[in-house]
């Protein structure tokens, strides 16, 4: 090597610091050219002498001539690692000799990323090109390494190194966006492809990630275009296989349903709110045939953004406006007629997830919903409620066993205490606004949070005009000379009913309703009218039948009855002095009964529903 050679080298070494301040564009085209010019001049093959003064004047941090690495691949992991540290990225470029035949591999050469050209593509009419910019610009930085033999064993050594860059470096905290340092461990592999089964957004995945890993957002070893690559590669599958892994997501969700339905002794609810999950959706059908299912708006507009922020742009906030006001609509011809023009109007046509939204539209739409029970749950505010009290005890990092313990403390018996203490407070802090005696009525019966829902009503209906048809009554609004709603009422036997069905769907009256009770001369709220989820107690839990029935259902009524107790004993001190004395002295003389074995059977049975 001549004087002037090492001092080339020499002095890019000492100007690293200033070179690893440049950026350069990234670059993932695997394609390569042989337009390289490799300078065999710097080869210290055969100078020992040469070596010696490389390895006197250099350490370890920089790649330097003489340089030893056991293996070829060794070399490459080091050379990378310094190039990372310095903001490019390498890949192999080309060997010589080869493995078996004569000598075998005897020397290769790793280039920077930007090494070569692109070369020139043959268009072809038929086939659409993509226009994707190279970033290939012939950068000469490289190193080589050759293979030795000492002593019968053999080595790589640095034979040649240039560190002269024709482009800007990256940054530390832009390199790692280089295709070659972004990868996926097999374990974030395997729940990606969870995440993916279950329905849930990219956007989403790289959250729960993150807040799995313990990393700061944007710092995970890969990004969401590398994520949605993945997911592609997961639909690739064979076809058999997935419709394997289809049936057992169904029978985790069976399993989960069932399950759901024994700690509710087998009665299936009315209504039930998910997700937007395919998967469950079938495993509901299945199971619970009866069951109205529904999905939970909260949860899909929590899904809005990820879709439509990058599609929409500016006009996003515009669009979310249009689509809850489409959301709130009564009529069914009116919701399709104005999503008709809402796609139009925002080009929407061929978005999948617009597709998807108006495929599924009588499972979230209010307008397909209005006539079943779901006690107001698809409003945001009540799915926000419900969601921060789980969030109390569950977060990304919460094992299944510290799950059941935090939750079995947020509903502990302590806590029902203070709720039933909270409740009692709201009674007396109950505040009648209309002096009308159906509001004093449904005060006496109602919770305080049902019997505030039902007063907004009732001061509402005071600003309501009814007028008598021939087959029942049109209501609306004192300022309004058109429009207005239908209600039925029949007298006779208390069966009032609106074309609103704010009843229907959350179990109380509406103004317009209440608007014809009032004109009715009626003074209470009809019994059918008062749902049992709605009442401070329930009557039917206020005594046990005397004919035969079912020893849980038995059970189930004196645990309501208990739950009375509790509440009625709660209110003053000498209330519950009395009910402990009274409540000692029957535990004391059921104790003194004697048990069969079939009882014995049952009792055990009954512990372990109650566990």
């Not at 012939?138 to 034979?159: D, F, N």
């Not at 249009?322 to 104005?338: K, P, T, V």
């Not at 039925?488 to 309703?513: D, V």
Request: glycine share 6%; proline share 3%.
């Amino acid at each position: 090597m001549s004087v002037a050679a090492l001092f080339n080298v020499a002095y890019e070494k000492n100007m690293m610091s200033e070179e690893e301040r440049h950026m350069v564009m990234i670059y993932d085209d695997p394609s390569d050219q042989r337009s390289l010019s490799m300078d065999d001049t710097s080869s210290a093959d055969d100078s020992p002498n040469e070596t010696r003064l490389s390895l006197e004047q250099t350490n370890d941090s920089v790649p330097y001539i003489g340089q030893r690495f056991s293996t070829h691949d060794a070399a490459y992991e080091y050379y990378s690692g310094f190039a990372k540290r310095c903001g490019f990225s390498i890949r192999r470029h080309r060997t010589e000799g080869k493995d078996g035949v004569g000598k075998g591999l005897t020397r290769r050469y790793f280039v920077c990323h930007r090494a070569g050209n692109t070369p020139v593509k043959v268009a072809n009419e038929n086939k659409p090109q993509r226009n994707r910019k190279s970033s290939r610009c012939g950068c000469q930085a490289y190193m080589r390494i050759s293979k030795t033999m000492e002593l019968g064993l053999s080595e790589w050594r640095v034979t040649g190194f240039v560190n002269h860059h024709n482009h800007e470096l990256l940054e530390p905290n832009q390199v790692r966006f280089l295709p070659a340092y972004r990868t996926i461990s097999d374990s974030d592999k395997t729940r990606i492809f969870m995440y993916a089964k279950t329905g849930i957004s990219v956007q989403q995945m790289m959250r729960l990630l993150e807040l799995e890993k313990c990393v700061e957002p944007g710092y995970l070893p890969f990004t969401e275009k590398d994520v949605r690559n993945l997911i592609q590669s997961f639909r690739k599958v064979d076809p058999e296989k997935d419709s394997k892994d289809l049936l057992r997501i169904l029978r985790s969700f069976s399993w989960a349903v069932k399950a759901f339905l024994g700690f509710m002794n087998g009665r299936a609810p009315q209504t039930i709110l998910t997700d937007q999950n395919m998967c469950l959706k079938e495993a509901v059908t299945m199971e619970m045939p009866t069951t109205k299912h529904a999905l939970c708006i909260w949860l899909i507009g929590a899904k809005f953004p990820s879709w439509f922020n990058a599609v929409l742009g500016e006009r996003y906030n515009e669009w979310k406006a249009e689509f809850y006001r489409l959301y709130n609509m009564e009529s069914i011809d009116e919701f399709e007629l104005g999503w008709r023009d809402m796609v139009d109007s925002f080009g929407l046509h061929n978005n999948r997830h617009i597709g998807n939204l108006f495929a599924l539209r009588s499972l979230w739409a209010l307008p397909y919903l209005r006539s079943d029970f779901l006690a107001g749950l698809t409003t945001t505010g009540q799915s926000k409620s419900i969601n921060a009290f789980i969030q109390r005890f569950l977060n990304a990092q919460t094992r299944l066993a510290q799950f059941v313990e935090q939750a079995a403390v947020a509903v502990d018996f302590k806590d029902q205490a203070g709720e039933q203490q909270t409740m009692q407070q709201n009674l007396q802090n109950i505040c009648l606004k209309t002096g009308a005696p159906m509001e004093s009525h449904a005060a006496s019966v109602l919770t305080p949070f049902a019997f505030s829902k039902l007063q907004e009503q009732l001061v509402f209906a005071a600003h309501y005009a009814s007028f008598q048809m021939e087959d029942g009554f049109l209501v609306r609004h004192h300022t309004k000379l058109e429009g207005g709603r239908k209600v039925y009422w029949n007298s006779q036997e208390g069966i009032i009913s609106c074309s609103c069905h704010q009843f229907e769907f959350s179990g109380i009256l509406c103004r317009h309703a209440l608007r014809v009770l009032s004109t009715g001369n009626c003074f209470q709220i009809p019994e059918r009218y008062l749902p049992p989820r709605w009442r401070r107690v329930n009557s039917s839990a206020l005594k046990l039948q005397s004919t035969p029935n079912h020893h849980a259902e038995k059970v189930q009524q004196f645990q309501n009855l208990v739950s009375i107790l509790v509440t009625e004993a709660a209110k003053s001190k000498e209330r519950l002095d009395l009910v402990t004395e009274q409540v000692s002295r029957l535990l004391s003389r059921i104790r003194e009964q004697p048990v069969s074995s079939s009882q014995g059977v049952r009792d055990a049975g009954m512990h372990r529903n109650l566990g």
